[in-house]
């Protein structure tokens, strides 16, 4: 079975704090992928990587960046959070095949910001 | 206008009833479509996958793709207050691993 784990269920934080949120998969897949979950907007991309230390933006990159130092480990950052970034942070990932291009997900992360 | 586009919803069935889930789309290049179910505070899940026109069934569920008319839809028989959640379609072309979603529908089934 595929998992793929994210570091927080819930978070809290101020207006301008610099925010961390960790996926780890245990399948070797080569994607990975940060999403963001807004009702009524879908599940839009943020940031995307192919393989360990390659990034590429997704549609809707700005304020946030990215890490992936591991190829089971992908973080997404918020470099100054703003009350617009309260959202539902999903993680997932994939093969590198392509082909279908069926995700995994993580049980995502509510983040608040104040 | 958006690359998927996803009856809104919400829906609300009686137990045992036929329901019926419906994407359109806008790029000819897709080519395998997928939809997945998503729990209340969950991640989605991949429930229905397929990648040629016509239909494919899954016990309840049938996932059907119409390639001429850029359409695809899900039906789920002898619906379940278990299959109350949200549905959402997704779609990508072969070469590419992004998927592109749609919005995506809630299910409610009352008991």
């Known amino acids: 079975d595929v998992k793929v784990t994210q570091s927080s269920r819930y978070l809290v934080k101020r207006t301008g704090e610099k925010v961390f949120l960790e996926c780890v998969q245990d399948?070797?897949?080569?994607?990975m992928f940060w999403y963001r979950q807004d009702p009524g907007l879908g599940l839009r991309l943020i940031y995307f990587?192919?393989?360990?230390?390659?990034?590429e933006k997704g549609d809707i990159p700005e304020g946030y960046s990215v890490s992936r130092e591991k190829k089971e480990r992908f973080s997404l950052i918020l470099e100054s959070a703003s009350t617009n970034q309260t959202s539902m942070y999903l993680c997932a990932s994939s093969f590198l095949s392509g082909a279908g291009g069926e995700q995994y997900f993580g049980p995502g992360t509510r983040l608040t910001v104040t | 206008q958006k690359e998927v586009e996803q009856d809104p919803g919400p829906l609300s069935v009686p137990e045992g009833a036929i329901v019926s889930l419906n994407c359109t789309y806008s790029?000819?290049?897709?080519?395998?479509f997928m939809w997945y179910r998503q729990y209340s505070r969950k991640g989605p899940e991949l429930l229905m996958y397929t990648y040629s026109s016509g239909n494919k069934e899954d016990g309840r569920f049938t996932a059907q793709v119409d390639k001429s008319s850029k359409y695809i839809s899900l039906f789920i028989r002898d619906s379940q207050p278990s299959d109350s959640a949200t549905y959402l379609c997704a779609m990508t072309s072969p070469v590419d691993y992004k998927l592109s979603f749609g919005a995506g529908t809630t299910v409610t089934v009352r008991a």
């Open positions: 990587s192919y393989d360990v230390k390659m990034k």
């Open positions: 790029n000819s290049a897709f080519q395998y």
């Open positions: 399948m070797d897949h080569e994607n």
